[in-house]
T-cell receptor, first 115, second 112 residues
Framework: DTEVTQTPKHLVMGMTNKKSLKCEQHMGHRAMYWYKQKAKKPPELMFVYSYEKLSINESVPSRFSPECPNSSLLNLHLHALQPEDSALYLC??????????????FGPGTRLTVL | GENVEQHPSTLSVQEGDSAVIKCTYSDSASNYFPWYKQELGKRPQLIIDIRSNVGEKKDQRIAVTLNKTAKHFSLHITETQPEDSAVYFCAASRPGGFKTIFGAGTRLFVKA
């Protein structure tokens, strides 16, 4: 089983708070992703890091700030969020092979509620 | 832009029956087609995938078929069980890309 952990599992924050979501993997996979998922919808790509460099930012508002401090860790810093940002935030990883199109494996997610 | 259409949005079957979910993709460069199962409150979990050099793949009760000419791919679940109840997402991606285009999802109910 591909092991991706995310903390915290649940987070409730006010609109003026600053918080961070954390994703950790020890598979040695070199691509890491943040997705946002609203109820009854598919995951929506936010950011992609490849070899610790930001490769994709899907025009995400600046109140979301990603960080990839090393090949095992991915953070998402949150500041001044809005209630509509409440969602399940999923981290995903993929091997970043050149031979095949990558398979993405998801972490368990952080359920975020913004009051 | 790239798009994946998924049908039906909801599917209800009796335990033991088969279930089929169909997807159509728009990007002819897509070459990888994963299927994810998501139970309530859980992560999307890869259940099967197929690459464009293969027409069919089977894993126990689950099979996926791909028609590249028509840009269709389908998930077949045989002998359904209540634990198969979940939301299923099809997806497509192109070589070397990071973006996975997801279908809107199918909510499958298996009635005991």
């Amino acid at each position: 089983d591909t092991e991706v952990t995310q903390t915290p599992k649940h987070l409730v924050m006010g609109m003026t708070n600053k918080k961070s979501l954390k994703c950790e993997q020890h598979m040695g996979h070199r691509a890491m992703y943040w997705y946002k998922q609203k109820a009854k919808k598919p995951p929506e790509l936010m950011f992609v890091y490849s070899y610790e460099k930001l490769s994709i930012n899907e025009s995400v508002p600046s109140r979301f700030s990603p960080e990839c401090p090393n090949s095992s860790l991915l953070n998402l810093h949150l500041h001044a969020l809005q209630p509509e940002d409440s969602a399940l935030y999923l981290c995903a990883i993929s091997p970043r092979t050149t031979q095949f199109t990558d398979t993405q494996y998801f972490g368990p997610g952080t359920r975020l509620t913004v009051l | 832009g790239e798009n994946v259409e998924q049908h039906p949005s909801t599917l209800s079957v009796q335990e033991g029956d088969s279930a089929v979910i169909k997807c159509t993709y728009s990007d002819s460069a897509s070459n990888y087609f994963p299927w994810y199962k998501q139970e309530l409150g859980k992560r999307p979990q890869l259940i099967i995938d197929i690459r464009s050099n293969v027409g069919e793949k089977k894993d126990q009760r689950i099979a996926v078929t791909l028609n590249k000419t028509a840009k269709h791919f389908s998930l077949h679940i045989t002998e359904t069980q209540p634990e198969d109840s979940a939301v299923y997402f099809c997806a497509a991606s192109r070589p070397g890309g990071f973006k996975t285009i997801f279908g809107a999802g199918t909510r499958l109910f298996v009635k005991a």
